[in-house]
């Protein structure tokens, strides 16, 4: 990594020389980096911008005998079969709803989690801390639906054994909708804190100890340092993943909620995903299913733009 | 060395005449040109080219099966995926039958001319005929035959009733109910009066599987893991479960029952907390005392009847995946099945899955090549349905003595030898895998234990088993409406009364449009 770096600021500050040394030549000069580059390039050309021409089936009605290309044109009338359906426009609702509570109350916890990690001097405690915060990822949604099935059962669930032992009555977390985006939101954000931290904890571990020294020098106390040098340092991240975070909002997490839902929940809880599976895939709807993802993946560009913008304008951080 | 030539001369002769013998005499085939057919059956596992079951019916057939293995899980996807990409198989089965019509549509489906199936594959033509009699017009679309109806043999079963046979005793009644007034007070028992005596108020009289046995001693075929459209025939007209009047009364009993705390409140999220779909955990733990979970197979204590091993010795039958999972929770429990219950009309009813599971359809090319649709019905016909048992056991198991032995070749009931009774699917590796389930009487044990039983018995079975155009288009959209009205008349979150203001809004989303087809369609195929 740190190689990486500095290989990149030597090439990254010599000065086009002037002259007749053209443009070519300076490619050429820096082949090797662009060697670097081509993997990349490759792999997004192929499988990123070419299949960007079946998107064209979200305006076909797509025949097998024909193909994709051969495919008569039907204009628009995918999209308006889409937007007609009558429930299209809950579910849609329900989709960027439970991504903005999500991205509110979850974006956060794994930020507070990386600085608790690094305030820890004990090594060993550290690291198994770390360890045991990572596990729920690797856990996939079809065993926790089950497990938290049982878990929040009104009746056996630990939780509201312990919420009927101090007087209170006992919620149905997955079948009332009243409450099933919170737990939506909660079961999500344990299972992903953990994980997400890391990111947050690599470049805590990037600050220069320098700063931290003068600091103590100056006699600041850890609150102190914490708010004028680590938060500072970590705003270009915190500010990468917002954006992408944004990007994310018309995503659902279909194995989450399909492994959770049920018919009494549908109401708050059917999102894009679980829909489109339910009515496009299962029915060899190719042209339906391709067309709700163009109008989700639309709207993320909207979204991911207009964030960078003003991520731009309040500081100099951006993707772009 | 002279010695063990001639005995591996003789060893060479007799296997000769024992390949001759399995060979027969070559049939009408080998005069005629050989066949290349791509072929897409159902596959658990991938077919080897060099199977040697593949290799025998090439030969006997004198055609070259190039074999397409796909995914069960998603079978239709992926073939569909395959004719996206422009291939076309020329023989394939259609797991979902809703997707025939999908097929049709797409114009990659072949028409069948009329008389062809009668004149190339007479044993299937004639198993179907008569023992699913108007089955075979499931496989046309505007009067033209596209698809092979692939029926069930073990679909004649309705689901079962269970109920926990130490509860019964310990709340004082003498047997299973018969009528659904006996039902509900049976079930009001169960949960007031602490029938696993630990004296808690722990345990409910049914939660969400059961529910079925309600619904069908009202005469309305319904069941949670139906994802399909059932109809109900009343007086001349076809209507969709979903809306059928009586259901009003069932939902109006059911309601007052949660309300009583009879009817488990967490049915919302079901008897099933994961793992094999089948299984009640609420009723494996004790939760309730009543389930219609699964079906017969998965309920059958170990030992209930007998399996006879390949040297005659009798043991009894392995467990179905519940009563195994009993036996390792619960060992104590003792469960018993009673019959479908007699509702306020004074008809027995209970949900029974449709017999109709799948077609089978020839690529659109086969159209114009007659001789290769009629080949390749004569090996369906032979390996699904000849009636030299032998044979078609062969065509299906793989070779006697060597993959399987007869243990009592009258009842078809069968061993595997080891390995082989360790590797599922391995006939499919063989090549024996180009024949489909037939709606044969079923003779085995395990089906003969069903008659006993009594499951053959008073099951609802759906006027229509196929999928129209309109169900296709509208059916996501209205299964999740029936779900979520089910859902909140039970629970009260709407009143009983509503239920007539969500017919009217049913129809409205679609439901009329797929009445008027189902009963188009219904008026074509079925003159009376």
């Known amino acids: 990594m740190a190689a990486a770096s500095s290989l990149f600021k030597r090439y990254a500050l010599q000065k086009a020389s002037p002259g007749e040394r053209g443009v070519f030549q300076q490619y050429w000069k820096h082949r090797h980096l662009f060697l670097l580059l081509l993997p990349g390039l490759v792999y997004f050309i192929v499988f990123r911008y070419l299949p960007i021409y079946g998107l064209t089936i979200a305006f076909k009605d797509f025949r097998f005998l024909e193909g994709i290309w051969g495919s008569p044109w039907v204009g628009l009338d995918v999209f308006q079969n889409v937007f007609s359906r009558a429930d299209f426009w809950e579910v849609f609702r329900n989709t960027f709803l439970l991504s903005i509570y999500k991205l509110i109350f979850g974006f956060a916890p794994p930020i507070l989690f990386a600085l608790l990690l690094n305030e820890i001097r004990n090594a060993f405690y550290k690291k198994a801390v770390q360890t045991i915060s990572y596990l729920p990822h690797f856990v996939s949604w079809v065993v926790l639906g089950g497990l938290f099935i049982q878990f929040l059962s009104p009746s056996i669930g630990p939780i509201n054994i312990l919420l009927k032992a101090m007087g209170l009555k006992a919620i149905y977390f997955l079948g009332d909708p009243k409450w099933f985006r919170t737990t939506l939101v909660v079961t999500d954000i344990w299972k992903s804190m953990g994980w997400g931290s890391i990111i947050y904890l690599a470049s805590l571990s990037n600050i220069d100890t320098a700063m931290y020294e003068a600091a103590d020098i100056d006699g600041a106390n850890r609150w102190q340092k914490m708010r004028s040098i680590t938060l500072p340092s970590l705003s270009p991240v915190i500010t990468i993943m917002l954006i992408l975070a944004v990007g994310k909002l018309v995503n659902d997490n279909f194995d989450q909620i399909f492994n959770m839902y049920n018919p009494a929940v549908y109401s708050v809880g059917d999102v894009l995903g679980t829909y489109t599976y339910r009515e496009g895939l299962e029915n060899m709807s190719y042209s339906y299913a391709t067309a709700v993802e163009l109008f989700k993946n639309v709207i993320a560009f909207a979204l991911v733009y207009s964030a960078n913008k003003i991520a731009g304008k309040i500081n100099e951080y951006g993707i772009w | ?528």
């Not at chain 2, 049939?27 to 050989?34: D, I, L, N, P, V």
């Not at chain 2, 055609?63 to 069960?72: G, L, P, R, S, Y």
């Not at chain 2, 003792?334 to 219950?341: C, E, I, T, V």
């Not at chain 2, 007659?370 to 062969?394: G, N, T, V």
């Open chain 2, 1 to 528: 060395m002279k010695r063990d030539f001639r005995k591996l001369f003789l060893v060479m002769l007799a296997g000769l005449f024992v390949i001759s013998m399995a060979w027969g005499a070559p049939g009408s085939f080998a005069k005629e040109k050989r066949i290349k057919i791509n072929w897409v059956p159902y596959s658990i596992q991938p077919t080897d080219p060099n199977g040697e079951i593949l290799k025998w019916i090439e030969e006997k057939f004198n055609a070259d099966i190039d074999v397409w293995n796909m995914d069960e899980s998603k079978f239709d996807e992926m073939v569909s995926l395959r004719m996206a990409a422009g291939e076309i198989p020329d023989f394939f089965r259609i797991s979902k039958v809703a997707n025939l019509g999908n097929y049709v549509n797409q114009g990659v489906a072949a028409v069948i001319p009329n008389g062809y199936l009668k004149k190339y594959a007479p044993n299937i033509y004639k198993c179907i005929q008569e023992n699913a009699p108007g089955f075979m017009d499931y496989g046309r679309i505007n009067g033209k035959m596209y698809g092979i109806p692939i029926v069930s043999p073990t679909n004649i079963f309705h689901l079962p009733l269970v109920y926990r046979e130490d509860w019964l005793k310990k709340v004082g009644v003498a047997k299973a109910p018969e009528t659904l007034a006996e039902f509900e007070k049976l079930m009001y028992k169960f949960a007031k009066e602490d029938p696993d005596g630990n004296g808690k108020k722990d345990t409910y009289g049914l939660s969400n599987t059961g529910m079925a046995a309600v619904f069908g001693a009202f005469g309305v075929p319904l069941n949670r893991w139906a994802k399909d459209d059932y109809f109900v025939k009343r007086g001349n007209r076809i209507l969709n479960a979903a809306v059928a009047p009586e259901l009003k009364s069932a939902l109006a009993l059911l309601h007052k029952w949660y309300q009583d705390g009879v009817l488990d409140p967490e049915f919302i999220t079901g008897e099933n907390t994961g793992g094999y779909w089948a299984l009640s955990h609420a009723f494996i733990n004790s939760r309730i005392g009543f389930s219609c979970s699964g079906n017969y197979y998965h309920w059958i204590p170990a030992g209930d009847y007998s399996q006879v091993t390949p040297d005659g010795k009798k043991i009894p039958c392995d467990p179905g995946a519940i009563a195994k999972e009993i036996g390792l929770v619960n060992p104590a429990m003792k469960y018993a099945f009673g019959m479908p219950l007699q509702g306020p009309n004074g008809q027995r009813g209970i949900f029974q899955f449709n017999r109709l599971m799948n077609f089978y359809a020839f690529g659109k090319q086969v159209e114009k090549d007659r001789a290769k649709m009629a080949r390749i019905l004569q090996i369906f016909d032979f390996a699904s349905a000849s009636p030299d048992l032998d044979q078609r056991y062969r065509a299906q198991w793989g070779i006697q003595g060597k993959h399987w032995v007869w243990v009592d070749k009258e009842h078809e009931e069968k061993n595997f030898l080891p390995p082989y009774d360790k590797q599922d699917g391995y006939n499919h590796r063989l090549g024996a895998c180009l024949w489909s389930d037939m709606p044969f009487p079923p003779k085995q044990m395990r089906e003969q234990w069903a008659y006993q039983h009594g499951l053959n018995k008073y099951g609802i079975e759906s006027v229509i088993q196929f999928s129209l155009p309109s169900m296709v288009k509208y059916g996501a959209q209205l299964l999740k409406m029936r779900d979520q009205m089910l859902i909140s008349i039970i629970t009260g979150d709407k009143p009983v009364e509503w239920f007539d203001q969500y017919v009217k809004d049913y129809m409205r989303a679609g439901g009329a449009e797929v009445e008027k087809e189902v009963n188009q369609w219904y008026k074509a195929n079925h003159k009376k």
